[in-house]
């Protein structure tokens, strides 16, 4: 048995021949025994020098033997509760990881990864036709599980820092009219479906904020939206068409609650799965995407809320209260995002004025 410079201790296991190289680290605040192997002494010696500069650069001695989708389950249910994430942001960071990070890199142990196992989930995204703005979710999603990984001295480096993902390209925003809202309200032969677009129609909110609504913040006159981005809260209208479609659901909602098995007693949303469950935001727009395109191809549940609010901004309603009903932090939020709409409106009010002063 040998030591290297009193920092760890080196022998030869009687089992198997193999060269042992111990040593400490302090992990998550205490003091933990590490080992590495080496096929001769030199290895080994090799191996703790490595180990013992990693300790003195910061970073842990070892890489963990943890699966990225141990660790990643970890960080979901402790460190992604505390880091300030928005209620979306969380949604479709986990919903990322389940559908297209753990399939391939779920068994892959911690210390294994590397940049190419990033670039292979994005490059298999990208064959799928997903666009660039999911395969950024993803990469956000994989980068937060490392950060907090090596934050726990579990790794020393995070591999998607060396991997760039495209953030362009974005297809360009289509943005039904009113008859071709109308006409998709109305092409939802499936309540549940007709419910979530006539809500992101007549609501303008994000489809985040429609599928976390529970009937408790269904009103006779409102909506109160409980989940805004920010955490900020916010009421919006319920118009007669939109309560007629409300009720009738809430109907059928009922018979499917009477019909199953099981169904979801700890909450109360008011869009949900056939067994009581939050209607996923995945299937949603799975659903949402064919009756849209037979009525305007390219059409998205975030199309309705840019709809809405080139409505209002043509009824001549005040910026301001735009603002308010779509949840941004200010009037110059709307005013950046429909500026094609506000520019249109200043040209007819100066027409007007000519008109009127000749």
């Known amino acids: 048995m040998t030591r290297s410079n009193g920092e760890g201790t080196i022998y030869k296991r009687k ?160 943005v039904p009219d009113r008859g071709q809202v109308a006409a998709l309200i109305v092409a939802c032969d499936d309540l549940r479906l007709k419910t979530l677009v006539a809500t992101l129609a007549y609501t303008g909110c994000r489809i985040s904020e429609a599928l976390s609504i529970q009937w408790s913040d269904v009103g006779d006159a409102s909506i109160a939206i409980r989940s805004g981005k920010g955490g900020k809260s916010r009421a919006v209208p319920m118009t007669p068409a939109l309560a007629e479609i409300i009720k009738a659901w809430r109907l059928e909602q009922r018979q499917e609650r009477l019909a199953s098995t099981w169904w979801d007693e700890d909450h109360d949303w008011m869009l949900t799965s056939d067994c009581g469950t939050k209607w996923d935001p995945h299937n949603a727009r799975k659903k949402f995407r064919p009756v849209a395109d037979k009525v305007c191809k390219g059409v998205t549940p975030h199309s309705l809320r840019h709809a809405t609010a080139t409505l209002l901004l043509e009824e001549r309603v005040p910026i301001k209260v735009v603002a308010e009903l779509l949840g941004h932090s200010s009037t110059r939020i709307t005013q950046d995002t429909y500026s094609h709409v506000t520019a249109r409106l200043v040209q007819e009010a100066g027409d007007a004025i000519a008109r009127a002063l000749g």
Do not use: C
């Open 15 to 174: 089992s198997d021949g193999k060269w042992v190289a111990s040593f400490y680290e302090e992990v998550n605040g205490k003091r933990t025994r590490r080992v590495v192997y080496g096929t001769s002494s030199d290895d080994a010696h090799q191996k703790l020098r490595k180990a013992l500069n990693r300790i003195d650069q910061g970073m842990p001695g070892i890489d963990s033997t943890d699966t990225f989708k141990a660790v990643a389950e970890t960080w979901r249910r402790t460190t992604m509760r505390t880091s300030g994430l928005s209620k979306a942001s969380t949604e479709a960071y986990v919903g990322a990881l389940k559908r297209k990070v753990y399939p391939l890199l779920g068994n892959v142990r911690l210390r294994d990864l590397k940049p190419s196992h990033v670039a292979r989930v994005l490059t298999a995204m990208q064959d799928d036709g997903l666009s660039n703005a999911y395969q950024h979710t993803a990469h956000k999603a994989m980068s937060a599980v490392f950060k907090a990984a090596m934050a726990d001295g579990l790794i020393a480096s995070n591999p998607t820092m060396a991997v760039k993902v495209r953030r362009g390209g974005h297809k360009d925003k289509v």
